[in-house]
């Protein structure tokens, strides 16, 4: 699955139509969305919820 692929990676989706940066880790049934920022708790999900979209993994950043 897209999400397998995905797991342990930093990830593009949305989550209730806001769009989130966060890695991707997944617990039993449930995503994990964690933050870059240790203070903040992880969102977590239903594998199969319909408020979860993955649009895609990062590959790289570019500052200008």
């Not at 995503?31 to 203070?39: E, F, M, P, Q």
Request: with cysteine; proline share 2%.
């Amino acid at each position: 699955t897209a999400t397998g692929e995905a797991t342990g990676r930093i990830v593009v989706c949305t989550v209730d139509d806001m769009i989130l940066v966060k890695r991707l880790g997944i617990r039993g049934r449930k995503l994990l969305l964690k933050s870059a920022h240790k203070g903040h708790k992880p969102m977590v999900v239903d594998e199969d919820s319909s408020r979860f979209r993955l649009i895609g993994i990062v590959v790289g950043t570019s500052r200008t």
